[in-house]
């Protein structure tokens, strides 16, 4: 690097000044929005990027977001370049093109000036409550294109140096089912990114445009260096895997996913090559999301707490084809991406694991497990509506068992909603909500347990809807570790009948009728005959594992009453000393290969060139 | 009996403040805290400071001893009792994961393992109406499996307590006589706000930590006692208000924040003396600096605290009133270091008062805030503690020097980029209290203490656009000092969803009305003399099918509409927007205090008649963006009453140093602060 004219504290100062931009744009957006997916499920995020479209800084509610908002800017530089003013306001929602995830999504950017001179630009996208289209709320799961999904904008001019474009305005309002919730969002998101843009102005005030546009350039390549330092403590090679999504969003076949994740010096290349066609259903996953959900799990890999700037993410290159259900074809419907976006990230960790059992855990639970209850309170007469995630087990690794009970990877600073406020609020008896103890995920580490949540419907009548995906493959366990369990609803009706299944589409349920929503265990990781014996004792008095499996898989002999049990250390040693009884008769879980079990195939990693 | 007294643990010090009623007069102390035996060092502390305890009317209490041992894991072994389906509330909490770009993320274990979770049959709905009854047959089978597993606390958290305390209330009867010796903490003694998970954790940790405290304050009362101690002995809540040492061995988790809160008192005070209704409390030491926003002479309480939360972990969420502190790794002994990828940090890693700071010379050999105030000029090495300690310049030179080679920067440079790197760490902290909560911070002012406050004020206010510090008197007794101001203060907290529209204005009168009678009932059982007792009503209110809710204040002559104003005031200020939607009660708030009569504060003497008698020798200190200039410096104690001082110039006084930037005005105000003006920029 040439002379530099500013120090390097300087660059500091003004990379936190940078930082804490985009994050008091986080914090004002989800003060001022008035839809409660915005200000608590944090359904958005907020960046800082520059005039050539590079990543800043951010500050995002949920992983998918990273990185997004490069190509929004993108685009709104390849469509306006020249013509862009100050106190203008760009919108994009178009999941077609940069930037967008689904329609709900809206990109809203505004350049920053300073003295005359466009300096970065400030760019937020969060989740608006409905954009139209054929369902309430517009993302729908039996959608089956994109016009009934909500309405499209390809990068528009919404504010016009200062002066909102009515005709914008107006045809938003006519085509959203509650625009005037809408509206307040959409300017709450606008006046946001004003924040940011005194920010920065205040900081080119401070230290002058150059030397801010200067930092930010030894910024973005102290990132690309710290990236490359990790990249080359890991072990280089190709590494393949392949896992099966449930179906394509409308019950159809199973979707392959297929990765080939090349490992080298200087760069870390993802290569989905092989991966299934777009879906009919709308689950397929626009460029962006998948490009995003990518470096999710390239950052989680190389340095989780890396500050996420394009630097960082150099040497990542993603290999996509067309018309696959990661690069969808217009008008193939998008609006629950989410079902499939989880499984770019999942396959890569899978493909990697093996090499980085001490970076990388056993697959989760994977699904975002969504829930939706409504109807009509017969006590108030109003319309109630609830719709939340599930918490689910995560994988073991090399140094820890996994975590039972947390979002999903799609999920991040999201909360489960309380059994008490949950039943002041809707018709509803939490009969239980306990840890789901399944005979899956053993290991040397132990898979982290799901839930088990039990509604009783406590109203004439109400509507249940539930997408809980990974209800036919289960996560993945490693290096001799086994696989966790499937996520699920069974729904008791008062008539005694019984229904199983992984998706629900608004199945109108009569009062004293029982939901049982299940989350499934995260895979396991070593074999589970290594697991120290006083572990496995914990485990069984703890109920996370049985007695019988205690014995059968774990090969671990307890004696005593169950509130005070020790370990037979002599007896275990003549069961372990026997080898792994897996797949022996009366094992309750013996890892027999699931039929439809998706595979990891790593390759023997190859030298280092 | 004329002296009251307070004696504040902290992790390094223990600092003792006692003043005589009748002349006003300030005794200070300063020992180092006994980790082993805390007793011994409030004993300690009393006989070094010359303190008859018979004289003793009021004795104040700050301790770390709860915090210590929730962080130190260092509690008793406890079994938890729910309702039947929910024992794994506890291990579930909110699911949600804080660092959410790490696969490996570790979720907060619980404090009672699932094995000593246990359930039994009872069920009542949110509106306090029995679905099924207490199955007494279940508790006592509960009973039995506690004593058999020895355990050595009980917690009883029912869902919907809050609404329906008879179960819980006959729950914890039954253990207690069932496992005699065995404290049970139920949650509706310490809560009854909405949210299991919440108000199971805040019942858990009660009970975790109530043998050690019962234990801690039954030993220190009697061993005062037993000096003579007749006067009250109160301990210091995380509320802000103190309370007695009964009522603090069965609720100890209200002592979690107990020694900061008492600074954050203390400059409510000096703030409301000086004139200044809204001010920031900062408070900067050796490891963290702690910021709080006061505003309009009121300390801000939050219940949705959380012990040992950060941006990357969760924490443990207790539902209990709590002064509103962000803290940040920023102190004396911040460490400035270097990162893989080149960036440059300070801190949260602190080189604690051992090794310490390069310049304490006692081994330390990396760079801290201290050397780099040390060659900033801003530390005199032959005055630090009053010359009790000499540091060591040359050692400061080499840590500091060798970070600023690493980044081709000389040792002035580089002892300024820390300053800078630790100011903007703390100006987030700054900023997370006031913008991201809708304060514009030049409507406040700061009051600075602590040993570093002084150092960094300035620069701070500037950055801020704060036009106004104050220095109090004391800095580095602040806490212990303001614990002497503090009135006696109990929350009581229900959750109770109601419409508040005309219909049912009545009714939301005689709720808050109830909650207020049963609140002033409570200062009756704690033997403690008040001079006054009165209540603070607050209803938090939000508009019907939105989350956020607004902590609103009853006025004593409110009618609906004036309350609904005040609401939609107050939300608008806090969420940029108020709506015609209707509103809804979601909790019923009355916060009980109970008046101790204040102390006058003496005016110090009027200082020398001249400023030159306070001067000492010039020096020559850097600043940002001047590079050295010539500085006067003064000492404190010396400083004729209201002079104004121009800057640069710097303040010293035996614990601390205050930094005046150019353009910055210092004066002594005659209570003894220092108080800090600059003209608003645009």
Known sequence: MTARSVDLFTVEVIKRALVSAAEQMFVALGRTAKSSVIYEVLDYGCAVVDRAGRMVAQANGIPPFIGVLTDAVRDVLAKFRGRIRPGDVFMTNDPYMGGATHQNDVVLVAPVFFNGELVLFAASKAHWNDVGGKDPGSWSPSATDIYQEGIQFPVVRLVSAGEEVEDIVEMVARNVRAPELTLGDMRAQAASLHVAARRVAELCGKFGVEAVLEAIEISIDQGRRHALAELRSLPHGVYEAEEFIDDDGLGGDPVPVHVRVTLSDDEFVVDFTGTGKTCAGPINCPLSVLISTVKFAYQSVLSPHAAPNEGFFAPLRIVVPEDTVFNPKRPAPISTYWESDAYSGDVIWRALAAALPDRIPAGHFLSVCGTTVSGISDETGEWFFSVEPNAGGWGAAAGKDGESALVCTNDGETYILSAEVAETRYPLLVEQFALHAADA?????????????????????????????????PPWGFAGGHDGSTNGVEVYYPDGRIDRRGRLSGEVMPAGTLVRFITGTGGGYGDPMTRPPEAVRADVENGYVSREAADCVYGVVLAGDPLALAVDARATERRRAKGNPAGSEGSPTASKENPKASKAKPRVPKATP | MSRRLAVDIGGTFTDLVALDESTGALDLGKTLTTPGNFADGVLDAIAQGNV??????????????????????????????????????????????????????????????????????????????????????????VATACQRSDVEAIAVCFLHAYAHVEHEARAKRLLEEACPGIPVSASHELTREWREYERTNTTVLNAYVRPVADAYLASLAEQLEARGLRGSMLTMQSNGGTSSFGRSRRLPIHLVESGPVGGIIGAAAVA???????????????????????????????????????????????????????????????????????????????AGASPGPACYGRGGTLPTVTDANLLAGRLDADYFLAGRMTLNGESARRAVASLGERVGLGEDDAAMGILRLVNANMQAALERVTVERGHDPRDFALVAYGGAGGLHASSLARQLHVGTILIPAAPGQFSAWGMLLTDLRQDFVRTRVTPCNPATWEHVRSEIGDLTSEALRSFAEERVVVERAWAQQYVDLRYAGQEHAVLTPILEDDDLDRLLERFHALHERAYAFRLADPVEVVNYHVAAWGTVRKPSLREVDAGSTSLSAARKKDRRVQYEGLGWVSARVFERDRIPVDRAIEGPAVIEEPASTTVVLPGQTVRRDRFGNLILVEEATP
């Open chain 1, 441 to 473: 995920g053993h290991g040397a580490r132990r898979g982290g347990l799901g839930i088990v949540k039990d509604y009783r419907i406590r109203n004439s009548r109400a509507s249940v809807t539930a997408s809980f995906g990974r209800h036919l493959y």
């Open chain 2, 52 to 141: 008859d305890l018979a004289d003793v009317s009021q004795f104040v209490h700050g301790t770390t001893v709860v915090i210590n041992a929730l962080t130190e894991r260092t509690g008793c072994r406890v079994a938890l009792v729910t309702t039947r389906g929910f024992r794994d509330v506890l291990e579930i909490q909110r699911a949600n994961r804080t660092d959410m770009y790490n696969l490996l993320y570790r979720k907060p274990t619980p404090f009672v393992p699932r094995a000593l979770r246990f359930e039994v049959r009872e069920r009542v709905t949110w509106k306090g109406e029995v679905l099924e009854p207490l199955s007494e047959e279940d508790v006592l089978e």
């Open chain 2, 272 to 350: 409301r003396q000086a004139g200044l209704e809204n001010c920031i409390a900062f408070d900067m030491g050796g490891t963290t600096a702690k910021v709080s926003v006061i505003e309009s002479g009121e300390v801000a309480i939050r219940t949705d605290y959380h012990l040992e939360r950060s941006q990357t972990w969760a924490g443990y969420p207790l539902r209990i009133p709590v002064v509103d502190i962000v803290e940040v790794g920023a102190g004396g002994g911040s460490i400035a270091w270097l990162d893989e990828g080149g960036g440059l940090h300070v801190g949260p890693r602190s």
